[in-house]
């Protein structure tokens, strides 16, 4: 079966600083790969998507690599701000056009200090 | 009203209570899931709905019985619930498409359920 898997934290990074957060996957198929942000108290929004190997997602200055050789979709971003702390959801989704529902990891909790 | 929208948000029943939780997407989409969101665990999906029939209903206990009228409404009749149920319940939508179109899930706030 299909599963994901991302680092759990939570994380605490101080403002300004690189922030990576490693997802890896397996799945049968050819997964569309997803990060998901969850802000308190909300639902889960899309941050970034990508649906081919070697595809890069990008949005807010956070960007993740679709990388088949190593099944990963890790997530970066250069300069997080306070603003960015959230938890932050790796998901995939294997049957491109059907109605499928996505397969997550356990969430991170990313908190950024002034 | 935009997006996807649920009510309630918060809801607190009894074990031998009935309720229901609705959820409608403004999106015009053509596919519609219930998820359950616990506290260390990943998010677990329920049920699938596309175009309005059922498509996947992963194990879930009979206690939760999903309804899809229509493409632009979703419930989730509860009864009989159990404390461990307690947990968000997440409702989202989706545009079912072509090969490759990898289909971007869209949420809801999610209703915050405790079951005493």
């Known amino acids: 079966g299909n599963s994901v898997t991302q680092m759990e934290g939570p994380v605490t990074l101080s403002e300004e600083a690189f922030l990576t957060i490693n997802c890896t996957y397996t799945?049968?198929?050819?997964?569309?790969l997803f990060w998901y942000v969850q802000y308190p108290g909300e639902g889960l929004q899309l941050l970034l998507k990508?649906?081919?190997?070697?595809d890069k997602g990008s949005n807010k200055g956070f960007e993740a690599t679709y990388r088949k050789e190593t099944t990963s979709f890790h997530l970066e971003k250069g300069s997080v701000q306070v603003s960015d702390s959230a938890v932050y959801f790796c998901?995939?989704?294997?049957?491109?056009?059907?109605?499928?529902?996505?397969?997550f990891g356990k969430g991170t909790h990313l908190i950024i200090q002034p | 009203e935009t997006g996807v929208t649920q009510t309630p948000r918060h809801l607190v029943m009894g074990m031998t209570n009935k309720k229901s939780l609705k959820c409608e997407q403004h999106?015009?989409?053509?596919?519609m899931y219930w998820y359950k969101q616990s506290a260390k665990k990943p998010l677990e999906l329920m049920f699938v709905?596309?175009?309005?029939?059922?498509?996947e209903n992963n194990s879930v206990p009979s206690r939760f019985s999903p309804e899809c009228p229509n493409s632009s409404h979703l419930f989730l009749h509860l009864h009989t619930l159990q404390p461990e149920d307690s947990a968000l319940y997440l409702c989202?939508?989706?545009?079912?498409?072509?090969?490759?179109?990898?289909?971007?899930?869209?949420f809801g706030p999610g209703t915050r359920l405790l079951v005493l």
């Open positions: 989202a939508s989706s545009q079912q498409g072509g090969q490759g179109t990898g289909e971007t899930q869209y």
């Open positions: 799945a049968t198929g050819y997964p569309s």
């Open positions: 990508a649906t081919k190997a070697d």
């Open positions: 998901a995939l989704s294997d049957r491109g056009g059907g109605a499928d529902g996505l397969t």
């Open positions: 999106l015009g989409h053509n596919a």
């Open positions: 709905y596309s175009l309005e029939e059922r498509v």
